[in-house]
């Protein structure tokens, strides 16, 4: 199989079940200029596993949103836990991952109080930027320093830099789970969530522009997902969205898909092999193979 995207964009959005998100008329017009998944769905709750699994194919005993390492839930000295990243960087392949508001200097405060775990800044929440939850990433200075504020990815797209493999986290307004102090005021509680999906829409608007495929370089693929559903019932079903190139856009796979499908995908894509965790048996984007 060839490859079908020379670089891919990972945007994970907040907390909304598929139908919710369907009711904003942009997000509902969105998904005709790309690949809709109609049967896709978040693994678990709460948000941080959610994150953990989509690069490291199992959530290594994080169940909730209490700030972690995968690595606590092993002996000391045993073999650092691996992820997308070392996958990419052993077949040389290049990676960042984008935080909109990343605190100044949190990176290195990560790095230097390793095990300890710098605050969040408000409207940066650490628990959606899954990279830093691995020690093999948070140790090695390198790998830490791909880890950059949301700013960059508009320089780096700008200069041609984008690397193969991007992930970017929006701050906790743009990605639906909170709310502006004005529509606080005027929510009526967790059953109204279409305020919460304005934010993502006009955050999506900017970030993708109007035609998402003259703004990004061809052989991009960019992927607008969510974490998971809420209200928090089963099914987990959320939205999904795949533009690019190298796809018919306005079509809509019904095959059943989770996070881990996303993850196969790029595994399978870029030839990386597999994490030998739930990656390895996931069925991959069928439809994104050569």
């Known amino acids: 199989m060839g490859i079908a ?46 994150y953990i699994v989509s690069v490291g194919g199992d959530s290594f005993g994080l169940y909730d949103d209490t700030p972690g390492y995968v690595q606590w839930i092993y002996e000391r000295g045993s073999d650092p ?34 095990p300890t775990i710098p605050p969040d800044v408000y409207p ?15 140790s090695d200075p ?13 320089k780096d797209l700008a200069g041609g830099n984008l690397p193969n493999y991007s992930w970017y986290t929006p701050n906790l307004i743009h990605d639906g789970h909170d709310l502006t102090p004005k529509q606080q005021k005027i929510d009526v509680g967790d059953t109204n969530r279409h305020l919460n999906i304005e934010n993502i829409a006009a955050f999506l608007k900017k970030f993708l522009s109007k035609d998402p495929l003259s703004k990004f370089p061809p052989e991009t693929l960019i992927v607008i997902t969510f974490d998971e559903a809420y209200p ?14 190298m796809l018919q856009a306005g079509i809509t796979i019904t095959d059943p898909c989770n996070h881990y499908s996303l993850l196969r995908s790029v595994e ?5 092999g597999h994490l030998g965790r739930n990656d390895a048996m996931a069925m991959p984007y069928w439809f994104l193979q050569k």
């Open 5 to 50: 995207f020379e670089r891919i964009i990972i945007v994970m959005l907040e907390n909304s079940t598929r139908s919710n998100v369907l009711a904003n008329p942009y997000m509902n017009t969105l998904r005709r200029q790309g690949v809709f998944l109609s049967n896709s769905y978040g693994v678990t709750h709460s948000s941080q596993p959610n």
């Open 268 to 272: 399978v894509n870029f030839g990386l």
């Open 124 to 138: 940066f929440a650490r628990k959606h930027v899954p990279f830093l939850a691995f020690p093999n990433i948070v």
């Open 232 to 245: 928090y019932h089963d099914p987990y079903g959320v939205y999904t969205l795949l533009i690019g190139d």
């Open 81 to 114: 836990i691996t992820s997308i990243v070392d996958l990419l960087e052993a077949q040389g392949l290049t990676w960042r991952a984008y935080a909109e508001d990343l605190p100044s200097g949190y990176t290195q405060q990560a790095a230097s109080g390793y």
């Open 142 to 154: 390198q790998r830490l320093a791909n880890i950059v504020d949301g700013a960059q990815f508009e």
